[in-house]
């Protein structure tokens, strides 16, 4: 399997401020996802899917200020990682009503695969790498 990287043009050119505030975008909204994808996993700790629809608007609003530069990536992940998860846990809401206990797994796994992507990203922000389409 082939990772492919848009890295920025070379007309590109980021002032350190422009990048600062892209990070500091970055960060808040990787934490708030990651805020929601912990809840989703502990017992008892449903962290309010209104933190998500904040991240997810935020990342909507400010990825246009990222376009052609390495952060654009880091938008377009956080992005497909709420719609795949949202996807898939809709997919599988049948299992909690036939089976408990197979809903409760996948969800878990779904919960552990998101948190999984926004760990992933969020590191790979803070190395100032761009994530893979």
Known sequence: ???TFDPPPPDVVLDP???AS???IGVISYALHAVVAIGALLPGVQAS???LIVAVIVDLVKRDEAVGTWQATHFSWRLRSVLWCGILYVVTIPLWFLFVIPGWIAWCLISIWFLYRIVRGWLAMNDRRP???
Do not use: C, N
């Open 22 to 24: 892209l990070r500091t």
């Open 131 to 133: 994530m893979p389409r």
């Open 49 to 51: 899917i209104v933190l």
């Open 17 to 19: 401020e422009r990048e």
């Open 1 to 3: 399997m082939t990772q």
